[in-house]
Structures are given as structure tokens and as C-alpha cells.
């Protein structure tokens, strides 16, 4: 429990994209999220999406502006953290293997494959999304 805010708890992520309306699709199709209207910041430059879970409450907020530059991505979740900034999202599951399996078929390219980390019995695994963001599959027992 936080000092400051004893009713903290996680909101949403947000992931730049070169394609809102591709990404928007791909977010709400394979992970069951529901899409509220895209809006327009007041710069004009960057147009969002939010995605939100219905059951959960979490989201995934999608960003995207004319002109943005790839940056580096990570061809596995040690390479990740060789600069500072955003890592990954993880997603708890209760079949890794088949979880994995499922987001291979929607796109995503292994960046590494379910095994067992750390604490015997919990399972790990992660994959890129088509616009190359880390997600972390994982079990925890």
C-alpha cells in the first residue's frame, strides 16, 4: 500500500504506433478490449485510441503522430533493457504455452519462448506485438 495513495492500483500503458486504426484492431480483436472514440490531442499533432478491458478495467492507450521515427526493438527482453525507457507490458495467464501460441498466430514474433524463471513453477515468455513492444506472458504460482 502507497503512503500517498492507498487506493493505487495500475491504469493503462500507452505505445506509440505507426498505424492507429491497424493497431487499434489488432489491440481490441486479440485481447477482448472494448474501443472508446479516437480523439485528437490539442496539438493536433497526436491522435489517440484507448482500449479497455471490460472486466479488468485495464487499458492500453495507443498513440500515434505523422512523422514519428522507429526506435530500437529489442530482439529479446535482455536486449530490452539496454536503454532506459519504456521495457515491456506483462500480461498474467493461466496457460503460458497456449497463450503464446495465440499471440503467434495474431502476428507477434518470439522473442522468447515460454520456460521457467526464477521461482520453480512460474512460466515466462515473451513476444513483440506487430510494431515491435515487448510483451511478457507469464504465470505466477
Known amino acids: 500500500?502507497?503512503?500517498?495513495?492507498?487506493?493505487?492500483?495500475?491504469?493503462?500503458?500507452?505505445?506509440?504506433?505507426?498505424?492507429?486504426?491497424?493497431?487499434?484492431e489488432w489491440y481490441s480483436t486479440t485481447f477482448g478490449l472494448e474501443v472508446a472514440p479516437t480523439v485528437t490531442l490539442p496539438s493536433g499533432l497526436v491522435r489517440v485510441s484507448v482500449l479497455r478491458h471490460p472486466q479488468q478495467d485495464w487499458r492500453v492507450e495507443l498513440l500515434s503522430r505523422e512523422g514519428a521515427q522507429q526506435g530500437i526493438q529489442a530482439s529479446d527482453p535482455e536486449d530490452a533493457v539496454r536503454t532506459?525507457?519504456?521495457?515491456?507490458?506483462?500480461?498474467?495467464?493461466?496457460?503460458?504455452?497456449?497463450?503464446?501460441?495465440?499471440?503467434?498466430?495474431?502476428?507477434?514474433?518470439?522473442?522468447?519462448?515460454?520456460?521457467?524463471?526464477?521461482?520453480?513453477?512460474?512460466?515466462?515468455?515473451?513476444?513483440?506485438?506487430?510494431?515491435?513492444?515487448?510483451?511478457?506472458?507469464?504465470?505466477?504460482?
Request: glycine share 6%; net charge negative.
Open 1 to 24: 500500500m502507497s503512503a500517498l495513495n492507498p487506493e493505487l492500483s495500475f491504469d493503462h500503458v500507452g505505445l506509440n504506433v505507426d498505424d492507429l486504426e491497424k493497431a487499434t
Open 84 to 141: 532506459l525507457g519504456f521495457s515491456h507490458f506483462a500480461l498474467r495467464v493461466d496457460d503460458v504455452q497456449a497463450y503464446y501460441d495465440y499471440l503467434l498466430t495474431r502476428g507477434c514474433t518470439e522473442r522468447m519462448s515460454p520456460r521457467t524463471v526464477a521461482r520453480p513453477g512460474t512460466l515466462v515468455s515473451y513476444v513483440a506485438d506487430p510494431w515491435g513492444n515487448l510483451i511478457e506472458v507469464l504465470n505466477r504460482v
